[in-house]
């Protein structure tokens, strides 16, 4: 079990005197050995007792090329000496747009935000307001930031209140969320036709939107056939439905295109975020130019006095840019097939079922007799007290990867083979710990 040496735990005391729970999100604190973060350099994080750890959270999933990469904070040090915001069209904004432009296909125009919550928010009212209709359709299981409109059955909310798996119970993951709100959401299990083609037949005419994470990076990146989203496609074509790809863990992650390059499945709109920065808060919606010329004056609303700023746009474009040479992805899809056959061969040598989900750059590891379809089987059916007891061990042998597992480990270019190795290496004992 982790536990924090002195001057981590007199630090955390302190940041819990000034914020609730001395965090700065709900989702972070672990209790009372909450990580906390002094130093990161590659793929490493520091805490305040000179503890390394190696990192597969990397912010959860921003970090792509490195913590603190050189290339990418010099491209911002040598911007901000010129000005940081100006409420007008700047040189990275541009460029940036221009990247995820080429990268991204079919993406045809870009609006640029400054978190994935903002991006799913504005693509979500853009759907709303492009077709006259109010309904969202979301999975449950799938996480698409903390607004109204989709703080609904994601991780946390419990298999008791879900309801019939044919017509699923929405569930608010949080209070304060207006009741008027429990119509203007459809909840569906993932990864299920038969379902999905039920409820729009029904319901289809009133939904202005479906969103979906392409791979599940909020549930172990539970990973559907092509064939699924290609019906996802099919079906909005079908009722006049915006399909939107939440790809703020996906993009710039499973592959330099995201899911539509990953699955070959072009949806109306994408939003982006983590990858595309390396870390700095900036994120970018975009998709098909009929749709996206609604943001204007008299229509759509879109804006915020931060988006598109210098910071953040230098960043990425300086990330993009790295995304567009290639070499970047190679590395890491060589570290992450490392991981993923190494935890694959562990396991079968230890007798203990799992199945690996999701890309090399994302991916999750489920310890259950049957791969998971969809969220209700993965919480219902993966041995979590097993996973706990080998993520625990790693967390207090200097690697960190979500406690727990249900989110999936993120892989960055600056992690080694010899950073893999030991991973597995303790991966390994964690096995046979929990085992016994
Ligand atoms: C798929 C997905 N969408 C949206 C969000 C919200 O992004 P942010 O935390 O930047 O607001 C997240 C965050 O984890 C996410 O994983």
């Known amino acids: 079990m982790f536990k924090h040496g002195q001057k981590s735990k007199a630090f955390f005391t302190r940041a819990m005197e000034v914020t609730p729970f001395g965090v700065s999100s ?3 604190y672990y209790g009372e050995d909450t990580p906390v973060i002094a130093d990161a350099k590659g793929g490493y994080l520091y805490d305040f007792d000179g503890n390394r750890f190696i990192d597969y959270r990397l912010g959860w999933g921003p970090v792509l090329v490195g913590h603190a990469d050189e290339f990418v904070n010099d491209r911002v040090k040598e911007a901000i000496d010129h000005g940081v915001s100006f409420a007008g069209t700047q040189r990275y904004e541009v460029s940036v747009c221009e990247r995820i432009i080429d990268l991204c296909p079919g993406v045809e125009m870009v609006r640029l935000a400054n978190t994935g919550t903002e991006c799913t928010m504005h693509a979500i009212r853009l759907a709303r307001g492009y077709t006259g209709r109010d309904v969202i359709l979301k999975f449950e299981g799938s996480y698409h930031g903390a607004h109204d409109s989709v703080m609904w059955s994601t991780q946390g909310a419990s298999l008791d209140d879900v309801g019939d798996r044919k017509r699923p119970l929405p569930v608010k993951n949080s209070l304060g969320i207006p009741k008027a709100m429990d119509d203007l959401i459809v909840l569906c299990p993932w990864n ?3 379902v999905l083609g039920d409820i729009l037949a029904e319901r289809g005419e009133d939904i202005a939107a479906i969103i979906v994470e392409p791979i599940l990076g909020n549930a172990n990146a539970l990973t559907p056939p092509v064939s699924y989203l290609q019906f996802l496609r099919d079906q909005c074509d079908q009722y006049g439905i915006v399909l939107i790809f ?34 700095y808060p900036v994120a970018a919606f975009g998709g098909k130019k009929e749709l996206m010329m609604n943001l204007t004056y008299g229509k759509v609303f879109q804006g915020g006095t931060y988006t598109g700023n210098v910071v953040s746009t230098a960043a990425a474009d300086a990330t993009l840019e790295l995304i567009q040479s290639g070499d970047l992805f190679k590395q890491i899809e060589q570290i992450g097939t490392i991981l993923q056959d190494g935890i694959r061969e562990i396991c079968q040598r230890h007798d203990i079922p799992a199945y690996i989900n999701g890309a090399p750059g994302m991916f999750g590891v489920s310890f259950a007799e049957k791969r998971p379809q969809d969220w209700r089987e993965l919480m219902a059916n993966c041995d979590w007290e097993f996973a706990e007891k080998v993520y625990a061990h790693l967390l207090a042998n200097g690697i ?19 950073d893999a190795e030991e991973t597995l290496q303790r991966f390994e004992e964690g096995v046979i710990q929990a085992k016994a």
Do not use: Q
């Not at 703020?248 to 983590?274: C, H, M, N, Q, W």
């Not at 249900?406 to 960055?412: A, D, G, K, L, N």
């Open 192 to 194: 299920d036709e038969e």
């Open 26 to 28: 709900n989702y972070r």
């Open 246 to 279: 939440d790809e703020v863990k996906t993009g710039f992650r499973i592959a330099p295109g995201g899911a539509r390059e990953y699955f070959g499945v072009i949806p109306d709109l994408s939003t982006y975020a983590k990858a595309m920065g390396n870390g």
């Open 400 to 418: 960190m990867p979500e406690a727990g597992g249900v989110e999936p480990f993120f892989i960055c270019g600056a992690h080694s083979t010899s």
